[in-house]
């Protein structure tokens, strides 16, 4: 794979009406979202109040799902990174790290990626590259840092896909090695020995580690992995198969003491805002709600010595708020420690003149065919 050349600041989208229709059933995107396809001259920058720019590739390569997980939503909001400038590498490298923990039985946290990732910035895309140093450790087989044919092909979804205020940035800060004792050395060791391909997973395995909430089995089914000669196969060698995709899927009956999987991994993703009840696709209400900056359980404040000596406190994402342009006095107080903003462009990229069609116009009305998904 080559590496890409298109900036950030001039890639413009080139799907057509009848391949976002195409690719809407296919990922069974909620028409509740109000796709929107951007006009011929707007870039992933310009998407206008109340909408948020998503790759296709996200959903093909990365195993991006809406509503986003919490971890995601959690590593955008420290490293205040909008979901319309985290590039399709960066986006699957998140969901490899949390996927592999959950199959670990490790609760992937903040600190814990930090000591393996920092995040940087490429051509105005962020993403994130492997902790520089000799002995550092590492958690995928082999590197992953450039994918073709990924930056011109984007759409609008409405801005509660991701309901926080960040800033674009125009570089990436730095981060240092989070604290000792801010994470567990015996997971990192854990994880630097159990490397995996950071690849596309099964529909199924996302429902099972809590990235996806399509899950059409039902209430009292649980899929299972099996090989060429039906043997049950664990997670972990799942994951590890040179193509996951293609490894044979089964049932099982739910015990009698297990609750429905959609219920298990309700809070490993956002709620989304507008939302009166978390999605669920088995038919059964969630009955477990967290908050998308909920961070009860998450490690404490980091803190980052600058160039001068002086250190600072890093905390959480910041409030959650729609998203929308700001005044300067806004931006000032709701500003995160300078050390996480020196570097950052306006609060939002002006806006283009709307050009973009949405999925009604284009002709999936109420009578379409298209498999809805709230």
């Known amino acids: 794979m080559g590496r890409d050349t298109i900036q950030l600041e001039t890639a413009v989208s080139t799907i057509s009406p009848e391949y976002l229709l195409e690719f809407t059933s296919e990922y069974i995107i909620s028409e509740d979202l109000h796709l929107e396809l951007p006009g011929p001259e707007e870039r992933i920058m310009d998407f206008s109040e109340g909408k948020v720019g998503v790759y296709t590739k996200f959903f093909e390569f990365a195993n991006f799902c809406l509503p986003i997980s919490q971890f995601l939503f959690d590593i ?192 490993h993703a956002i709620v989304m805002e507008d939302a009166t009840v978390a999605p669920d696709y088995s038919g059964t209400p969630s009955t477990v709600e967290k908050s998308p900056l909920d961070f009860a359980n998450e490690d404490s404040p980091q803190r980052i010595t600058e160039g001068d000596g002086t250190t600072v406190a890093t905390m959480g994402p910041p409030v959650n708020k729609r998203r929308r342009k700001r005044d300067n006095a806004e931006a000032e107080a709701n500003a995160r420690p300078k050390v996480l903003r020196k570097n950052h462009a306006p609060a939002c990229p002006e806006q283009s003149t709307r050009g973009g069609k949405s999925l009604a116009a284009m002709g999936l009305g109420a009578d379409s065919t298209f498999t809805s998904v709230a």
């Not at 994130?128 to 984007?154: A, E, I, M, V």
């Not at 992995?225 to 995709?245: E, G, H, Q």
Request: aromatic residues 12%.
């Open 76 to 267: 955008l909001g420290h490293y205040q990174i909008h979901l319309s400038q985290l590039s399709v590498i960066g986006t699957a490298k998140v969901s490899h790290f949390e996927i592999n923990r959950r199959v670990l039985h490790i609760i992937p946290l903040l600190n814990l990626f930090r000591v393996f990732y920092i995040h940087s910035f490429n051509a105005g895309w962020m993403s994130f590259s492997k902790r520089p140093g000799k002995n550092t450790p590492q958690c995928y087989t082999k590197p992953l840092d450039s994918l073709k044919n990924w930056n011109n092909r984007f759409f609008w979804v409405d801005e509660r896909v991701f309901p926080t205020v960040v800033d674009w940035l125009i570089n990436a800060p730095k981060d240092e090695m989070p604290l000792e004792g801010s994470y567990s050395a015996e997971d990192v060791a854990v994880m630097n020995t159990r490397h995996t391909p950071i690849q596309k997973q099964p529909e199924a395995l996302l429902c099972v580690v809590g990235l996806s909430r399509r899950y059409f089995l039902g209430d009292d089914v649980y899929p299972t992995f099996l090989y060429d000669d039906d043997r049950d196969m664990d997670l972990f060698n799942l994951i590890s198969a040179l193509n996951s995709t293609k490894v044979k899927m089964g049932t099982r009956p739910r015990a009698a003491y297990e609750v429905p999987l959609l219920t298990t991994t309700a809070n």
